[in-house]
């Protein structure tokens, strides 16, 4: 089905062909329209045209109201102070325009004409290392943002750039060789068919290894000499040395997937490409850089400077592509990157989900792509720089050992606090109904906690506050939507039904109009890489649906008529909540 135009975008042509026609000097003007609480839209645009055109403002606005066409979507329009429009649509406009986007199964949302490929790279967890807090917020992000840019039309490529590679590899092949059963998995069927058991089974054996390899490697020099031959044997691609690091990658996505089965995320073996994926590219990159006179000689290392970066010295901090040593560091693995997304890919955007802490090295990654070439006006590559995740005290979350909180245990205890909320509510919920809700709405709250901030602040973890069933929490949204499932059972024989004829409550009029925006707030989402707009607005749709729900009776509504009109505004709601919490990964259950 087409798209379906809302009803801002038909009053914003209306009063534009208005304005044109009275103002033909003007050409296209933009008559500012925005949501106005004198109306239901207000235009701003005819005070700025008028001292353009040496025009009076009110006079030209009268002008224009003059010969505006309502077409049966304006009921009303005023000219207001000096020459401000007050916009009021019909309640049959309202009407018909929610039927349409009812009628379509992306509830008229509309696909974007300019959508391209995008690449995007988020959730990078690093090998043989533990997830901890601070994995979750580009993992959560990453996703939403997957989501809302394939919604509105645009081929997505996910990437994960899991931390696969480096010198601390040669220290645990080497012990591994030496101690060769320290990853064997328990026998059994049951740890085989649990994901969550495998999972934790692999990261308590990942975690003992390491430390066990790590203390022989401070204390004995013989293994520390074996381990540094190792990592040689290793970057030259010796087999039995890539066959033990490739043990070490498989029981790490192991762990992995286990953790991101709990957040409710879909990862796939093929989108998973660790910095190891890029290192055949490496000596080219540098030979590309160099020749092209991008990146120059410096000490021995190669290396790409910039002007407006400078160190506490004054002198200007470089980007180190290769080291004196001839090794590779970060920025030739995210170099090789970018020529491969943009080269094999052919993504027209890049993405890059990570800690605002990395923004100085990918401002110098993505300044050294442009000089290179790889990156140009039609190819763009953009950090989403995410703040830190505090405790209740505004300071780095962390344990009461001063340790860095696991990702999994804050899961696990999101959930058993989501229990008691949903154990105290239930109603005719079995134990399985309950714990199966609990994950629902635990994993529901951590990850909407993170996505109702904007991705650039921190934010503060506060579990009490996120299982409320009270204020800007996803608790509250699935709660909204749980009453509608609750409503719509109790219905009966009535359906529900459009009725365009019907004069509308003033809080239905706020619901209407609020669901009909959906679309435009989704483009922006998607425009600004904001998953926080998108959560604001699911949270105002509830807080409207609230306000309706108390003021207008649903099944007791005076007619028959209202009933089933009431009953349509009630499931245009809950099918904008549920599509709109699934954009941002969050389920919502049908009962509460």
């Known amino acids: 089905?087409?798209?379906?135009?809302?009803?801002?975008?038909?009053?914003?042509?209306r009063v534009a062909d208005a304005l044109a026609s009275a103002l033909p000097e003007a050409g296209a003007a933009d008559p500012l329209l925005r949501r106005s609480d004198r109306a239901d839209f207000q235009a701003n645009g005819i005070l700025a045209l008028a001292k353009k055109a040496k025009a009076n403002p009110r006079e030209l606005a009268t002008t224009v109201v003059g010969g505006l066409d309502k077409g049966g979507v304006i009921e009303e329009i005023e000219v207001s102070g000096p020459g401000f429009l007050n916009i009021t649509v019909s309640d049959r406009a309202i009407i018909e325009t929610l039927a349409a986007r009812a009628g379509d199964d992306r509830l008229g949302v509309p696909v974007s004409p300019t959508a391209g490929t995008t690449v995007i790279d988020y959730a990078q967890p690093n090998v043989a290392k533990e997830m901890h807090v601070g994995h979750l917020r580009s993992a959560v992000i990453g996703a939403a943002m997957v989501e809302?840019?394939?919604f509105t039309g645009e081929t997505v490529v996910r990437r994960h750039h899991i931390g696969d590679w480096g010198t601390q590899f040669g220290m645990l092949i080497q012990y591994l060789i030496e101690h060769p059963h320290e990853l064997d998995h328990k026998a059994g069927a049951d740890a085989a068919a649990d994901v969550q058991a495998s999972g934790e089974e692999a990261m308590s054996n990942l975690n003992r290894l390491y430390k066990a390899s790590r203390a022989l490697f401070d204390a004995d020099e013989e293994f520390k000499t074996r381990a540094r031959a190792r990592v040689v044997d290793l970057q030259a691609g010796d087999e039995e040395t890539l066959a033990l690091w490739q043990r070490f990658v498989d029981e790490s996505k192991i762990y992995f997937y286990s953790v991101f089965n709990k957040l409710d995320m879909d990862i796939q073996d093929q989108d998973v490409v660790g910095e190891s994926g890029y290192n055949d590219m490496l000596v080219e990159t540098c030979r590309l850089l160099e020749e092209s006179g991008v990146a120059v000689r410096s000490n021995g290392a190669l290396c790409v400077f910039f002007d407006e970066y400078k160190g506490p010295d004054g002198n200007p901090t470089p980007l180190i592509v290769q080291k004196s040593d001839g090794g590779f560091g970060y920025a030739a693995t995210d170099l090789s990157a970018i020529r491969d997304r943009v080269g094999n890919l052919k993504a027209d955007t890049l993405i890059y989900v990570v800690d605002a802490r990395q923004s100085l090295h990918f401002k110098m990654v993505f300044e050294t792509a442009r000089r290179a070439g790889w990156l140009n006006e039609d190819t763009k590559a953009v950090q989403l720089a995410f703040g830190t995740v505090l405790g209740k005290d505004g300071k780095p979350f962390k344990t009461r050992e001063g340790e860095t909180v696991r990702l999994v245990d804050l899961l696990d205890e999101a959930i058993d606090r989501a229990a008691a909320v949903v154990r105290e509510k239930a109603q005719d919920l079995t134990e399985a109904e309950i714990a199966e809700r609990a994950v629902?709405?635990?994993?529901?709250?951590?990850k909407y906690a993170d996505l109702s901030t904007s991705a650039s602040r921190d934010y503060k973890f506060d579990l009490d506050q996120m299982v409320s069933l009270t204020g800007d929490t996803s608790v509250y949204l699935q709660y909204a939507y749980a009453r509608i499932q609750s409503i719509l059972r109790k219905a009966g024989d009535a359906k529900p039904a459009a009725h365009?004829?019907?004069?509308?409550?003033?809080a239905e009029r706020a619901l209407g109009l609020h669901l009909d925006g959906f679309g435009e707030l989704l483009a922006e989402a998607a425009a600004e890489y904001a998953p926080h707009k998108l959560a604001a607005y699911l949270y105002q749709l509830a807080s409207l649906y609230t306000t309706f729900y108390s003021e207008c009776p649903v099944l007791k509504a005076e007619t028959p008529d209202q009933v089933e009109n009431r009953l349509f505004l009630?499931?245009?709601?809950?099918?904008?909540?549920t599509k709109g919490m699934s954009l941002l990964g969050i389920r919502t259950p049908e009962r509460l």
Do not use: F, K, W, Y
């Not at 629902?440 to 951590?446: E, L, M, R, S, T």
């Open 1 to 13: 089905m087409a798209s379906v135009p809302s009803l801002a975008s038909s009053v914003h042509q």
């Open 440 to 446: 629902q709405v635990g994993i529901g709250a951590v």
């Open 148 to 150: 809302i840019l394939e």
């Open 500 to 506: 365009p004829e019907l004069p509308l409550a003033q």
């Open 570 to 577: 009630c499931d245009l709601t809950a099918r904008t909540l």
